[in-house]
C-alpha cells in the first residue's frame, strides 16, 4: 500500500497546563480530502495547529511525505509543501486583492496559467482586483485566503471551517471551488461544521471528540447512517439538507 502524504500517530498535544490532544492517530491519503468533523472544542482546530507546528506536539509524531515533521518549525513545514488557511483567514485588509495573492507566492511572480486557474474557481476576487480586501464580504475573503494558500503549488492544504457564518449560496459556490481542487488533483484535510458541506465534499472523514479520535472511515458511510451521525455528531444530514 502506498504510504499516506500525512500521517498523525499517538500525537499529544499540551497548551499552558491543559491536555487537548491524547493520543490522535489518522492519516491523509494523497490526492484525496479528508473532513475532520466534530463537536466545538473537540481538538479540531489544535490538530491543524500542531501540524502546522503553531503548537508543539508533547508527545507522537507527525510524518508528511514520508518525512519527521514533529519537530520543525512553521516555516520548515511550510517550505516542504504546506499551506493552512486558518478560521480568522488572515489576509492583509488593507493591501488590494492582487497585493494579498503576489505577497503570497513567495517564489516570484505567481504563474500566469496557475492565476487564471484562481481566477477561475473563485472569479470574484478579478471583480476586486485592484481594491482593498477589507472591502470584501465575508465569503469573498474566505475566497481570498484560499487562493492565497494555492498562490504556488502545494502538497497538502489545511483549511479551517471555510464555509462557517456564510449564506447558502456562498457555501454552494465554496462546494463548487473545492471540488475543482479535489479534480485538480490537490490533497486536502477540511475542518467542517456544515454537514452538507462535508458530505458533498468528503472522501473520507476523522471525527474528533475530546481530544481524540472516535471514528474514521470512508465519507459516504457516514452520510448513509443517521444513527452514526446522531451519536458521533448529535446531528443527521437530513437535518442539514
Known amino acids: 500500500m502506498t504510504e499516506p502524504l500525512l500521517q498523525l500517530s499517538g500525537v499529544h498535544t499540551h497548551i499552558g497546563p491543559y491536555h487537548i490532544l491524547h493520543g490522535v492517530d489518522f492519516s491523509v491519503p494523497a490526492g484525496e480530502l479528508t473532513m475532520l468533523l466534530g463537536r466545538n472544542g473537540a481538538g479540531k482546530t489544535t490538530t491543524l495547529r500542531t501540524i502546522m507546528g503553531l503548537w508543539q506536539a508533547s508527545s507522537g509524531r507527525i510524518r508528511f511525505d514520508g518525512s519527521d515533521i514533529t519537530e ?29 495573492i503576489v505577497l503570497a507566492a513567495r517564489s516570484g511572480p505567481v504563474d500566469k496559467n496557475r492565476l487564471d486557474w484562481i481566477l477561475g474557481l473563485f472569479p470574484a476576487l478579478k471583480r476586486f482586483w485592484n481594491l482593498p480586501a477589507g472591502n470584501l464580504s465575508g465569503g469573498q475573503k474566505q475566497m481570498l485566503a484560499i487562493a492565497r494558500a494555492i498562490a504556488e503549488p502545494r502538497r497538502l492544504l489545511l483549511i479551517d471551517e471555510p464555509t462557517k457564518g456564510l449564506a447558502p449560496v456562498m457555501v454552494r459556490s465554496m462546494i463548487e471551488a473545492f471540488k475543482s481542487l479535489k479534480a485538480a488533483g490537490e490533497t486536502i484535510l477540511l475542518v467542517e461544521q456544515n454537514f452538507y458541506a462535508a458530505s458533498a465534499l468528503g472522501d473520507s472523514v476523522v471525527v474528533m471528540d475530546d481530544g481524540r479520535i472516535v471514528h474514521s472511515g470512508p465519507m459516504s458511510e457516514l452520510v448513509a447512517d443517521q444513527a452514526l451521525q446522531q451519536r458521533l455528531l448529535g446531528l443527521s444530514l437530513d437535518a442539514h439538507q
Open 72 to 100: 520543525r518549525s512553521t516555516p520548515d513545514i511550510a517550505r516542504a509543501g504546506i499551506a493552512y488557511v486558518p478560521e480568522s483567514m488572515g489576509i492583509f485588509t488593507d493591501l488590494t486583492v492582487r497585493e494579498n
